[in-house]
């Protein structure tokens, strides 16, 4: 998903190569249908925002994808080890959007 900063917003590139959806994440808006329709009712964010988000955090989607693939081998993992592995701030990240879930110092994925 191709991602262009312009002054205070974000193009970004739709699922259509070429058409592209306008980002302000500080009005958390989106010009795309599912936004427009759905979303801007209940205050949700769609898959163009939490791009945008992620690029504007810096989020390392190869870390995420690495720590997703070393649970599912090991199975739940004691929290500490995950960090050391992995980091704080990435396994805080996730841990934080619901992709995990740590319990009794634990920490597996969310089914």
Do not use: W
């Amino acid at each position: 998903m191709q991602i262009l900063k312009q002054e205070d917003t974000y193009k970004v590139e739709s699922s259509k190569k070429g058409k592209f959806y306008v980002v302000d994440l500080d009005k958390e808006t989106c010009t795309c249908p599912h936004f427009r329709v759905r979303l801007a009712r209940i205050h949700g964010m769609c898959k163009h925002m939490q791009a945008v988000k992620d690029k504007v955090e810096k989020r390392d989607d190869k870390t995420y994808e690495s720590i997703i693939d070393y649970i599912n081998e090991k199975g739940e993992i004691d929290s500490l080890k995950l960090i050391n592995k992995f980091g704080e701030d990435a396994v805080d990240d996730m841990l934080s959007r619901g992709e995990l879930i740590e319990r009794d110092g634990l920490i597996c994925i969310l089914d």
